[in-house]
């Protein structure tokens, strides 16, 4: 089979389609016929040669995908031939084929295309671990998510929505529209207003319930006054 290989470490000019060897299927895991793969920062640092892949994994990169499943498992249940899926992955989603444990494996909802399906596990995953079980966001209660034009800030808007919680974001004006399409209550232009200020006066004081920052941007002192009373703050951390 073909998969998206790093020649060697620099810019996008150094991938290439390679033949490569088929992924063998374990017996807890499905392989995957992939239709499309999402790109993180961790595919971009791994092409730069700051992201070695996990022990075990396949040396090119991909850490999210959807497709179908073509073969699966001799212990593998709840999962059949021709499902569509999308996967979580240590690496290897830039290629034909994959094979993936099956609890990484999730079903592509209705209505979403397979295309679409391939950025999905990573956003959902780490908005619902964060927002959803780490913060405890419910119904009723003020989210601010940092980033809000990012594919975890976009991902947030929506999940708070579908839950019943009200939904504020900071982003650049450009991306204002967008976000009041995806359900903001308000979106804050962080180059030239402050948040706290904007979060306190549109929530007439009470503040955020739960702030959602990826961005890495120093906000610990201003995240703190953001806060209502008994407000949980969910900082996401990563290596630039």
Same mark, same amino acid.
């Given at each position: ?12 000019? %150094? !991938? ?25 920062? *961790?595919?971009? &640092?791994? /092409? ?13 990169? $991909? ?15 709840? +999962?059949? %031939? ?12 830039? *290629? ?31 908005? +619902? ?6 913060? /405890? ?26 839950? $019943? ?14 976000? /009041? ?28 319930? %739960? ?21 949980? !703050?969910?900082?996401?951390?990563? &290596?630039?």
């Amino acid at each position: 089979m073909r998969a998206v290989t790093i020649r060697e470490s620099g810019g996008p000019d %150094v !991938l290439e389609w390679s033949e490569v060897p088929e992924p063998a299927v374990a017996g807890d895991e499905v392989l995957i016929e992939v239709a499309a793969a999402g790109v993180n920062r *961790a595919d971009v &640092q791994q /092409r730069k040669g700051f992201y070695p892949p996990p022990p075990g994994a396949p040396e090119y990169p $991909g850490l999210e995908c959807s497709g179908t499943v073509a073969a699966v498992g001799v212990d593998v249940t709840g +999962w059949s %031939v021709g499902d569509r899926v999308c996967a979580l992955l240590p690496g290897g989603g830039y *290629a034909e084929r994959v094979a993936v444990d099956a609890r990484s494996v999730l079903p592509v909802p209705d209505g979403v295309s397979l295309v679409d399906a391939a950025g999905l596990p990573e956003v959902a995953c780490t908005v +619902w671990s964060n927002v959803g079980m780490v913060a /405890r966001l419910s119904a009723g209660e003020v989210l601010l998510v940092h980033g809000g034009g990012s594919g975890i800030g976009t991902f947030a808007v929506q999940f708070a929505r579908a839950i $019943g919680a009200v939904p504020y974001a900071t982003a650049r004006a450009a991306k204002h529209d967008t976000l /009041r399409e995806l359900g903001v209550e308000a979106a804050f232009d962080y180059t030239a207003t402050d948040f706290v200020d904007e979060i306190m006066s549109a929530t007439d004081g009470h503040g955020a319930d %739960v702030i959602l920052d990826h961005m890495g941007a120093g906000y610990l002192p201003r995240n703190v006054q953001a806060l209502a009373r008994n407000g949980r !703050l969910a900082v996401i951390g990563f &290596q630039g």
